[in-house]
């Protein structure tokens, strides 16, 4: 089955660090374009970071400098380490597989809640 | 970035009713916009893709229609499970971005 599962989150004070991760079944994460996108509480959805090629990354500006996203062929997995969290981090993260366009998400994670707050 | 705006942001309808609602981009996209339904505590589900592709498995009951800056999405006669909130997406210009939402429910 092609799924993706994600694991990590929770509550971290303000200026922490959190790993996410996104294991991929059915499918290479290296052979499409991975995106991680995040809601904030009771908001709509925002593109965050993607990966491709396995190692060729970009980012929203709200998030450059301080997150980085990889990928581990050997786990088929993806990450999304997050440093100097803020408050405005606080979100369900999505993963999410772009199949048409690279950008058009047919295969999504099933969403981890980071918290951030003192 | 290219901002996207949904409207309305909520709507009421019956069971069997035609409804539509309508994402604008600020600049021209081409056809490069893409439909989501997602309900609560769920991922976002693709339902259609440059603009009036329907993905697969989705019901010939939607259909999307547009291009340029000004698209809409159409559900042909509702039905109990497509309550939940629809985004749009533009994928033309990299960061992507999502419109506000609609969020559908029942009278």
Do not use: H
């Not at chain 1, 092609?2 to 290296?30: D, E, K, M, Y």
């Not at chain 1, 965050?48 to 990354?57: C, D, H, K, P």
């Amino acid at each position: 089955e092609v799924q993706l599962v994600q694991t990590g989150g929770g509550l971290i004070r303000p200026g922490g660090s959190l790993r996410l991760s996104c294991a991929a079944s059915g499918f290479s994460v290296s052979g499409y374009y991975m995106s991680w996108v995040r809601q904030a509480p009771g908001k709509g959805l925002e593109w965050v970071s993607v990966i491709y090629g396995g190692e060729t990354t970009s980012y929203a500006d709200s998030v450059k400098g301080r997150f980085t996203v990889s990928g581990d062929d050997s786990q088929n997995t993806l990450f999304l380490q997050m440093n100097s969290l803020g408050v405005e981090d606080t979100a369900v993260y999505y993963c999410a597989r772009g199949i048409y366009y690279d950008y058009v998400f047919d295969i999504w994670g099933q969403g981890t809640m980071v918290t951030v707050s003192s | 970035d290219i901002q996207m705006t949904q409207s309305p942001s909520s709507l009421s309808a019956s069971v069997g009713d035609r409804i539509s609602f309508t994402c604008q981009a600020s600049q021209d996209i081409s056809t490069f916009l893409s439909w989501y339904q997602q309900k609560p505590g769920k991922a976002p589900k693709l339902l259609i893709y440059d603009a009036a592709i329907l993905e697969t498995g989705v019901p010939s009951r939607f259909s999307g229609s547009g291009s340029g800056t000004d698209f809409t999405l159409t559900i042909s006669s509702l039905q109990p499970e497509d309550n939940g909130r629809y985004y749009c997406q533009q994928y033309d210009k990299v960061p992507i971005t999502f419109g506000g939402g609609t969020e559908v429910d029942f009278k």
